[in-house]
């Protein structure tokens, strides 16, 4: 898959949970998780390599988010729970070109094209 599919954003108040789905091409290669915020950089959320061999977790995120695989349905899962409003932002899954997880965006050739994850009251 050239371009990946992300899908299960939506509007949650604060402390609420979401499951955020890519479906993507699961073979030898890294799958990363990013997100943006107004005015704000780009940042790497979470990631896993398509084995399932090793994950990675931002700070920001640890002990609240889950990332998983499905490699019968091709999908990888970014489980949110506890969420904040500071968790708003669009996000992105993408490809890596590399077998194991980097938070680097430089390190991704394929880019879906993002789901709006809003957590307000």
């Known amino acids: 898959q050239l371009q990946l599919v992300e899908s299960g954003g939506g509007l949650v108040q604060p402390g609420g949970s979401l499951r955020l789905s890519c479906a993507v091409t699961?073979?030898?290669?890294?799958i990363g998780w990013f997100r943006q915020a107004p005015g704000q950089e780009r940042e790497g959320v979470s990631c896993i390599t398509s084995r399932g061999e090793s994950t990675y977790y931002a700070d920001s995120v640890k002990g609240r988010f889950t990332i998983s695989r499905n490699a019968a349905k091709n999908t990888v899962y970014l489980q949110m729970n506890s969420l904040k409003p500071e968790d708003t932002a669009v996000y992105y899954c993408a490809k890596s070109w590399y077998l194991y997880c980097s938070d680097n965006g430089g390190n991704y050739h394929s880019w879906g094209q993002g789901t709006q994850v809003t957590v307000s009251s």
């Open positions: 699961l073979d030898y290669y890294a």
